[in-house]
């Protein structure tokens, strides 16, 4: 018996090779049609072209050049580091600074003397006021204890069982 063959009634998307499809699929895939998966994968990428060269490079990957040699030249001329306003770690380290030197090197609490543990504590619990009267020095216990021994878990439970007795 001689094998049936279909003859092709369209063509690939992608590589344009003559292929069959029932006339409803074609229909259904608003003429999309494509002969394999390798064909089908090409056609769902989605690539953006480098800001520097204009080769395609994967949208999906939130780049904006397609090499190292790009990226550099995209990036000549930015200057990194100049000012730094927004380093908060600077800016405190500046501060434990300044007022260990003012202040001591203790806690200002209950005069633990290891310095290189201490923190800076807001007075009025507003992190951008950072006026000397609103600053302090302490250990870390002294600096939980403020925080949170008053949202304590334990705090509650043993007021409850106060209470009952």
């Not at 608003?30 to 690539?47: D, P």
């Not at 439970?157 to 209470?163: A, F, G, H, N």
Request: hydrophobic residues 25%.
């Amino acid at each position: 018996m001689a094998e049936y063959k279909r003859n092709p009634n369209t063509k690939c998307t992608i590589c344009k090779s003559p292929i069959y499809r029932r006339p409803f699929e074609i229909d259904k895939s608003k003429g999309k049609v494509f002969c394999s998966m390798n064909c089908y994968g090409l056609s769902c990428r989605k690539e953006s072209p480098c800001v520097v060269c204009g080769k395609l490079i994967l949208a999906g990957l939130n780049k904006k050049t397609c090499s190292r040699s790009c990226s550099n030249k995209y990036r000549t001329g930015i200057k990194y580091k100049i000012g730094r306003p927004k380093d908060k770690a600077r800016t405190l380290r500046i501060l434990k600074l300044r007022l260990l030197e003012e202040r001591g090197k203790n806690c200002e609490r209950c005069g633990y003397n290891k310095y290189e543990i201490l923190q800076v504590h807001h007075k009025n619990r507003k992190r951008s006021d950072n006026s000397t009267e609103n600053l302090e020095i302490i250990c870390p216990n002294c600096h939980y204890e403020e925080h949170l021994l008053e949202k304590s878990w334990m705090k509650t439970i043993l007021e409850k069982k106060m209470k009952i007795r």
